[in-house]
């Protein structure tokens, strides 16, 4: 038996050990997440019994605050304004079980944001379930309420031909996980560029990226090569999604959609399935980034294509209307956000 250690085994089991530990941090923190959420709402929830019972006003609430600061030094999360919040959060949500619902995997901060911003409950929801979906940050939270993305998606018709090209479930999948529009604020961009441009932005901010891609999508390279019968194409963006077990090709486009858009990439589909894709994947999947799109236009162009393509807008900028409100709102409230981050690191 030989003492020498196998690369390609020892780094199957590295990642095996990486996974199982990375796995085990998630469920701890999403654990401790839940318990700390359950402590405010439970804190809340005594505090309105005992002022129901008592009679008492909010008077009690600085005299609280102070007394657990005394009695915990360590604890930074009760404060005056804090215990206020649970208050208020209890009162929410009172009538709920909290720990089955999304509101236990967020961070305090989030919920608290999402209370004070959304009063639908419904609509409310839908953000905590894209949160979790796509890890949102706060701020990123913040940009979603303000730009309105639940009104948007509510009314967005999808621009794909995923119906006629995937099995029912599949296709179903596939139209959960792909947008009809994606923000790509993030990159920071204010003025016009070129496609190579905006894809090296992205390839420098892969992590947000997929972020707002969804969950599941693993990217593996830019300007992917491939090479068929002496020719040489290239694709934009390669990733590959584990749910739909499906390599998905993007393709950036700084213009307005053109039908010829989709003969590329038909081709670049029917190769990456000949020349990519293992025995136990399924059929790989296009995405046409564009700045900008006609529905009608996108499903005549995707009539008769047998390969799975969607057709997705970006945003680099909100509006400029909506950016002047959107700046003058914020630097009212700057302060009063910046003491809700200190609350949220408690």
């Known amino acids: 038996m030989s003492n020498e250690i196998a690369i390609e085994t020892y780094q199957s089991l590295l990642d095996e050990i990486r996974n199982t530990i990375q796995q085990?941090?998630?469920?701890?923190?999403?654990?401790?997440?839940?318990?700390?959420?359950?402590?405010?709402?439970?804190?809340?929830?005594?505090?309105?019994?005992?002022?129901?019972?008592?009679?008492?006003?909010?008077?009690?609430?600085?005299?609280?605050?102070?007394d657990l600061r005394h009695e915990f030094t360590s604890l930074k999360g009760f404060s005056e304004r804090n215990l206020?919040?649970?208050?208020?959060?209890?009162?929410?949500?009172?009538?709920?079980?909290?720990l089955p619902q999304p509101v236990a995997k967020l961070p305090w901060g989030h919920n608290i944001l999402l209370m004070e911003k959304i009063k639908d409950k419904e609509i409310r929801h839908w953000y905590m379930q894209q949160t979790v979906e796509k890890n949102w940050s706060r701020d990123l939270l913040l940009n979603a309420i303000k730009m309105d993305m639940y009104s948007q998606t509510q009314t967005q018709l999808k621009s794909n031909n995923f119906k006629t090209t995937l099995p029912a479930t599949h296709a179903d999948y596939a139209n959960e996980i792909f947008q009809d529009q994606y923000n790509l604020g993030f990159l920071g961009i204010t003025e016009p560029i070129k496609e190579l441009e905006l894809e090296r932005r992205l390839i420098e901010k892969i992590k947000y990226f997929i972020l707002e891609l969804g969950k599941g999508f693993t990217f593996i390279g830019n300007q992917y090569r491939l090479e068929y019968n002496g020719k040489e194409y290239f694709v934009d963006m390669l990733f590959f999604h584990r749910g739909l077990r499906s390599l998905v090709a993007i393709e950036l486009k700084i213009g307005s959609f053109k039908a010829e858009y989709v003969g590329k990439m038909n081709l670049y589909l029917s190769l990456l399935d000949r020349l990519e894709k293992d025995e136990n994947e399924n059929q790989s999947i296009g995405i046409i980034l564009c700045a900008d799109k006609d529905h009608l236009d996108v499903e005549i162009a995707l009539q008769d294509v047998g390969k799975p393509i969607g057709v997705a807008e970006y945003q680099l900028l909100l509006p400029k209307d909506k950016l002047q409100t959107l700046v003058s709102n914020e630097l009212k409230k700057f302060e009063l956000i910046d003491d809700e981050q200190g609350d949220s690191d408690a």
């Open 24 to 66: 085990t941090r998630l469920r701890t923190v999403l654990s401790v997440n839940a318990e700390m959420i359950l402590l405010y709402w439970q804190t809340g929830k005594m505090i309105a019994e005992r002022q129901q019972q008592e009679g008492w006003s909010a008077k009690v609430i600085p005299r609280l605050a102070a």
């Open 84 to 98: 206020s919040r649970m208050l208020a959060f209890y009162k929410e949500y009172q009538e709920d079980e909290i």
